[in-house]
C-alpha cells in the first residue's frame, strides 16, 4: 500500500533559522512522483515542486531546496532563511502512476515562523 | 485566469439536508479530483474522473455522488448530511499525458453539518 509520513506535526522557529520538513513515502512502484504543497493561512493549496523518482537530483529555487533519497524513501523540504510569510501547512503528495494520478496525501506539517 | 471555481465557499446545512457542492474549470483538463480535509489531517480523496462520463470512488466515498456530463464541470453531491461530513473539500484538475503534472486545486469549500 501506497503511504506518505510526515511525522512532523507542528515546527516552530525564529524568523531566519533554516527549517527543514521531513517526507518519508512507501510505495511499491518503481516509477512515481512527489510534490510538495504549501497552505498558508487563507486555505488554498499552493503547488510548490515536484520530482520523478527516476530524477535524484535536488534543486534549490531562491530559498527553498528538496533533497529526494531514493535509497531512505524520503523527500524533504528546507527553507533557508525563514520569513514569517513561510508560515503556513506544508503538504508532501505521492502520485499513483496507474493512470489515475491519484495523490496521497500526507498529514502536513504546520510551520509557525516567529518574528 | 479562473482555473479551477468552487462555489459557494461556506455553507452550513442541517442534518439530512443535501446540497450540491459545485466545481468548474476553464483548462480543458481531463482529470478532476475531489478531496475532503478534515482537522489536522492531509486530503483524503472522495471521488475522481480521468474524463467526461467516467467517474470513480476514491478512498472516502461513502455519503457522497458526483457525476460528470462535461469536461468542465465535477459537482460532488451530499444526500443526507451528516456531521460527520463536516469538512473542507477541494477539487482538483490535472492535465492529461505527462505523469508528472500537478494537480491545480480551487480554493475550497468549508461545509458544517449542525
Known amino acids: 500500500a501506497q503511504k506518505v509520513t510526515q511525522a512532523q506535526t507542528e515546527i516552530s522557529v525564529v524568523e531566519k533559522e533554516d527549517v527543514t520538513l521531513d517526507c518519508v513515502y512507501e510505495?511499491?512502484?518503481?516509477?512515481?512522483?512527489l510534490f510538495w504543497y504549501k497552505q498558508p493561512p487563507s486555505g488554498e493549496l499552493v503547488f510548490l515542486i515536484r520530482?520523478?523518482?527516476?530524477?535524484?537530483q535536488n534543486e534549490i529555487s531562491g530559498r527553498y531546496s528538496w533533497n529526494f533519497q531514493k535509497s531512505t524513501s524520503s523527500f524533504n523540504f528546507t527553507i533557508t532563511a525563514s520569513q514569517v510569510v513561510d508560515s503556513a501547512v506544508y503538504f508532501c503528495a505521492l502520485s499513483e502512476t496507474s493512470g489515475t494520478y491519484k495523490y496521497i496525501f500526507g498529514t502536513g506539517t504546520r510551520l509557525k515562523v516567529l518574528a | 485566469n479562473a482555473g479551477v471555481t468552487q462555489t459557494p465557499k461556506f455553507r452550513i446545512l442541517k442534518i439530512g439536508q443535501s446540497m450540491t457542492l459545485q466545481c468548474t474549470q476553464d483548462m480543458n483538463h481531463n482529470y478532476m479530483y475531489w478531496y475532503r480535509q478534515d482537522p489536522g489531517m492531509g486530503l483524503k480523496l472522495i471521488y475522481y474522473?480521468?474524463?467526461?462520463?467516467?467517474?470513480d470512488k476514491g478512498e472516502v466515498p461513502n455519503g457522497y455522488n458526483v457525476s460528470r456530463s462535461t469536461t468542465e464541470d465535477f459537482p460532488l453531491r451530499l444526500e443526507l448530511a451528516a456531521p460527520s461530513q463536516t469538512s473542507v473539500y477541494f477539487c482538483?484538475?490535472?492535465?492529461?499525458?505527462?505523469?508528472?503534472?500537478?494537480?491545480?486545486f480551487g480554493d475550497g469549500t468549508r461545509l458544517s453539518i449542525l
Open positions: 520530482r520523478n523518482s527516476f530524477d535524484e
Open positions: 474522473s480521468v474524463g467526461a462520463g467516467i467517474t
Open positions: 510505495t511499491r512502484d518503481t516509477t512515481y512522483y
Open positions: 482538483a484538475t490535472r492535465q492529461g499525458g505527462g505523469s508528472n503534472q500537478p494537480q491545480h
